[in-house]
């Protein structure tokens, strides 16, 4: 049971315009949601992130708004740049009291920003 | 990438042979992860550890082990590999437990069992 959902495998954006990759959980627990991009044959790195406190986070180009009635989160890329084509993995994870820091990801998005 | 070294980058092996995957860091960072990721999965968590010798179970890890006798090598053993367990394995690293705190990934390794 996928607890993290991306629902959309790829998306295609003009350089200049906005990118818009969504993201859906299931959980209700998890109260801490991140973004990762990952390159090929690299790692995931970490983008950005929000606590379930907050509703808006802001770094650069790059702004995730979570809607917790709605279950949902998305990450808006202004302006999109050919650089930002990779793989966009939605993370979640929750604080059930031990210290361990255990994220569920989602499947991935791949983007891709045509020049 | 975070002082992560995972080694070897890339490996074959046959059905039934046993396989140990090496992450090595320099962070001095308490917590130490491995994942994989799969075609339509997503990384899944499959070993994690929380200091030297203290390791838990994440939620694949049947048909694997890990080991943790310092705090900057982290190792994942597949006893006898089996073509399903063919993938991309990730090392991550966290300095603190909280959920607040990013993971940090090493460049990954890529298994082929045959």
């Known amino acids: 049971d996928q607890q993290v959902k991306q629902n959309s495998p790829s998306l295609s954006v003009q350089e200049g315009r906005i990118s818009i990759l969504n993201c859906d959980y299931t959980?209700?627990?998890?109260?801490?949601f991140l973004w990762y991009k990952k390159y090929p044959a690299e790692g995931p790195t970490f983008l950005i992130s929000?606590?379930?406190?907050?509703d808006k986070n802001e770094d650069g180009r790059f702004t995730v708004f979570l809607n917790k009635s709605a279950k949902h989160l998305s990450l808006h890329i202004v302006p999109s740049q050919p650089g930002d084509s990779a793989v966009y993995f939605c993370?979640?994870?929750?604080?059930?009291?031990?210290?361990?820091?255990?994220?569920?990801f989602g499947t991935g998005t791949l983007l891709a920003v045509q020049p | 990438d975070a002082g992560i070294t995972q080694s070897p980058r890339h490996k074959v092996t046959e059905t039934g042979t046993p396989v140990t995957l090496r992450c090595h860091q320099t962070?001095?960072?308490?917590?130490m992860y491995w994942y994989r990721q799969d075609p339509g999965h997503g990384l899944r968590l499959i070993h994690y550890?929380?200091?030297?010798?203290?390791?838990d179970k994440g939620e694949v890890s049947d048909g694997y082990s890990v080991s943790r006798s310092k705090t900057e090598d982290f190792l994942l053993t597949l006893e006898s590999a089996t073509s399903s367990q063919t993938s991309v394995y990730f090392c991550?690293?966290?300095?603190?437990?909280?959920?607040?705190?990013?993971?940090?990934f090493g460049n990954g390794t890529r298994l082929t069992v045959t």
């Open positions: 962070e001095n960072h308490r917590y």
């Open positions: 959980n209700s627990m998890f109260d801490y």
């Open positions: 991550a690293i966290s300095d603190l437990g909280q959920n607040n705190s990013p993971l940090h």
């Open positions: 929000i606590s379930s406190i907050k």
């Open positions: 993370a979640a994870s929750a604080n059930y009291g031990g210290a361990t820091n255990k994220l569920i």
């Open positions: 550890s929380y200091g030297v010798k203290d390791t």
